[in-house]
Structures are given as C-alpha cells and as structure tokens.
C-alpha cells in the first residue's frame, strides 16, 4: 500500500494552453480549491443577506430619551406630551432631577436629554425669546440626529401653536394668523431615496464595494497559488481565458447584487437597467484583471488576502459616497482613481438610483476600461523571468 498522499494544488492552464483550454482549466481551479470558490461564489451570498439585515428598519426611531422639568406647569407638560407622540422619540424618563437625566445618559439608558426651563411659561407670556437645552448622545450620528429633529418638532409644533393664539388675541382670523405665522410653505421631497431610509443610503454603494473585494480576495488567491506552483506563466491568449473564466463568475454574482438582491431589500433600482449592465460588464472585468495582476505581483497564497482585508473601508471613504470628495487631500483625490470601487459606485448611483444616461457617466467608465485594460496587459508579463520548478519525484510506495 501507498503512503498518505498530500492534496495536489489547483492546476492552472499551461503556457502553451489555448483560450478555450484556459477557460476550462480555470474554472476547474477555482471549483477545486475551497478558499477561492467561498470568497468568489459563496461570500458573496452570505453578505447579501447578512449586511442588509441590520439597515432592515431603514429610519431610525424611538429613541430613548430623558425631558428634566424644572417647572411642571401646562405648557412644560404639554411639550412633553408632544415629544411623547413624536415617532422619534421614546420618552423614558420624566424628572425635576438633572443629575438623574445626566447619569442614564452615562449609563446609556437614554441618548439625549431635553431641559425645561423654569420660569418657561412666564417667559412665554411675555413674549421673551426661550432656550431649552437639548443635549443628545454625539457618539452615534444617526441616534444624535433623532433626538435633535425629535425634540424640535416637538418644541416647534408648541412653539406655532402659541404664536398662533397670541396673532388671534390681536384680531386675526385663525387662518390669516397660521399664514402670518408662515407666509412661505416648505415640502421637502426626496427624490432618490423616498424613504430616506439608511439602508437605502449605504447598502447600493457598499454592495459595488463589497463585489469588488471578494473578487479581489478570490481572484488573487487563485493567482497566488498558480505563482507558488510555478504556473503563472501563460500566453495572451491563455490569460484572456483566465480573465473570462473569473470574470464570469463575478458576472453572476453582479447580476444578483444589481437585481434581485435590491429587488428583495426593496431599495431603490432600475432607474436605467441597460446603463447599470454595461457597467457590470466594466466593472467586473476591471477588478478580475487588477486582482490576477497582484495576486502575480505578490506570488504568495495567503499575502493577498493580508493586504486586502484592511483597504475595504479606506476604499469606501475614497469612493467619495460617504464623505464629500471636495474635501479629501489633494493627492488621494488622484489616488482613488486607482480603485475600480471609485468609478464603479459613483457610476452605479448615478444609473441605478437616479436615472442618468451612460453619457453622463462616460468618465467613471471610461477610467474602468483604462484602468482594466492596463492591468490586463501586464498580465502576460507575469512570471516571464520565473522557471516553473523542477517536478518533485513520486514516492516510493511500500508494500507488505
């Protein structure tokens, strides 16, 4: 009998392989190695569904919050009932005490605090301008911005209704008084994301970044374990096979992203379909090409994932849907134009969520068909000046 025999590497497509032989020989090397068929097929799934699930509620609301009443009279407590029914809101706390307010804060039992005042009404009545001290949580934007548009509509609505009464008092009609009260009407209308949900905001961008990176991941390991067998060698043609083989499945899973996946979380799609195909069909290539590229340039297994595993949220800063591109540094804003991730969310918002033309976005594709085409041409140079090593001799078998 034989010894225990050690698994063989993936095999990749020799340098005398044609197209079509590339083609099959790399689909055969990613279903043959575990690591790069769960970063390229089944990652991709799980996030979909995963990384949605917690922007499920889309707005935040009830939110807990704490309301210190120095005065206790009708118009403290009527601010209270107002900020009771506002869906923002959460009221848990009602106290005189602010000391008691400040330390739920600290516990992290409330995320803001609203102070009235004493001497509130009578400063009302005399018409004297009022501050109520609204403090909220600043750790969390989403929980800060709650509180704060909460407790002013709330403080807002009470506020109207006071000024109201007192232009009536003076012999207006009640209609005259609410037009004096505001003359100019405001209707504010989201016209990309109607729900002005979170998820609607982050999860369309991030889906381009996340296929980008498990792309990256997949497709460089793969390249990385041609190089440590010495097969990274190959002709033009044999890299075109290569790229087409990876580029295939990353076409699959964009089409799930891009498609139903949007359609299930209901967010925002379709705007301009045929605009968002040409994109995928960009965009995923670019990345295939620029993962092969330095999963060769690095030549090791594992040191792709090393380096990439940290650059998601840089990229995701640099891609300018998080943080204003105006106000980056002068050299990133040159060096994000390196990153498919750049042109390929900006793009993707623009066709996907508000309708543009591929016209409008002829920059952001025209910079992943440069950027992918450069790293498809430094592909055939890959391992030119590295010989395959030597075959190793079979073990001798022993037998009883």
């Given at each position: 009998m034989s010894d225990h025999a050690t698994a063989p590497l993936p095999q990749a497509p020799s340098e005398q392989a044609d197209f079509l032989g590339a083609l099959r020989a790399t689909w055969r090397a990613v279903l043959g190695d575990p690591g790069v068929w769960l970063l390229l097929l089944a990652a991709p799934l799980i996030y979909a569904f995963f990384y949605p699930w917690p922007y499920s509620e889309q707005a935040v609301t009830r939110v807990p919050v704490a309301v210190v009443d120095l005065e206790h009279s009708s118009l403290s407590r009527q601010i209270i009932r107002y900020a009771q029914a506002s869906p923002r809101l959460d009221v848990q706390l009602v106290t005189g005490d602010a000391e008691a307010a400040q330390q739920a804060l600290w516990r992290g039992e409330v995320q803001g605090i609203a102070t009235l005042p004493a001497d509130l009404k009578r400063d009302v009545v005399r018409g004297a301008a009022v501050v109520i001290p609204v403090e909220g949580n600043g750790a969390y934007a989403l929980l800060n911005k709650a509180v704060l548009y909460g407790f002013s509509e709330a403080i807002g609505t009470v506020s109207a209704g006071i000024e109201i009464r007192r232009l009536q008092a003076g012999g207006q009609s009640a209609a005259l008084a609410q037009q004096s009260r505001s003359p100019l009407g405001l209707q504010s209308v989201a016209l990309f994301?109607?729900?002005?949900?979170?998820?609607?905001?982050?999860?369309?961008?991030?889906?381009?970044?996340?296929?980008?990176?498990?792309?990256?991941?997949?497709?460089?390991?793969?390249?990385?374990?041609?190089?440590?067998?010495?097969?990274?060698?190959?002709?033009?043609?044999?890299?075109?096979?290569?790229?087409?083989?990876?580029?295939?499945?990353?076409?699959?899973?964009?089409?799930?992203?891009?498609?139903?996946?949007?359609?299930?979380?209901?967010?925002?799609?379709?705007?301009?379909?045929?605009?968002?195909?040409?994109?995928?069909?960009?965009?995923?290539?670019?990345?295939?090409?620029?993962?092969?590229?330095?999963?060769g340039l690095l030549r090791d297994r594992e040191r792709a994932l090393q380096v990439l595993l940290f650059t998601a949220l840089p990229m995701a800063f640099?891609?300018?849907?998080?943080?204003?591109?105006?106000?980056?540094?002068?050299?990133?804003?040159?060096?994000?134009?390196?990153?498919?991730?750049?042109?390929?969310?900006?793009?993707?918002?623009?066709?996907?969520?508000?309708?543009?033309?591929?016209?409008?976005?002829?920059?952001?594709?025209?910079?992943?068909?440069?950027?992918?085409?450069?790293?498809?041409?430094?592909?055939?140079?890959l391992g030119r000046h590295t010989r395959p090593p030597a075959p190793e001799a079979a073990p001798a078998s022993r037998s009883k």
């Open positions: 994301n109607p729900t002005e949900g979170y998820g609607s905001y982050v999860v369309p961008a991030v889906a381009l970044l996340i296929l980008q990176q498990t792309l990256l991941m997949g497709v460089a390991l793969l390249a990385g374990t041609w190089a440590e067998a010495g097969r990274l060698h190959a002709s033009v043609s044999a890299w075109a096979g290569r790229l087409l083989g990876v580029s295939g499945l990353g076409w699959m899973t964009g089409l799930f992203y891009l498609g139903w996946m949007w359609w299930l979380q209901d967010y925002p799609r379709g705007q301009n379909p045929w605009g968002g195909l040409l994109l995928l069909g960009l965009y995923v290539p670019c990345v295939c090409a620029c993962g092969l590229l330095l999963g640099l891609s300018g849907f998080s943080w204003p591109v105006e106000a980056l540094p002068a050299p990133l804003q040159a060096l994000r134009w390196l990153l498919p991730s750049t042109a390929g969310i900006q793009a993707s918002l623009h066709l996907n969520q508000m309708g543009a033309s591929w016209q409008d976005v002829a920059p952001a594709l025209g910079a992943l068909l440069g950027l992918g085409l450069a790293a498809a041409a430094a592909l055939p140079g």
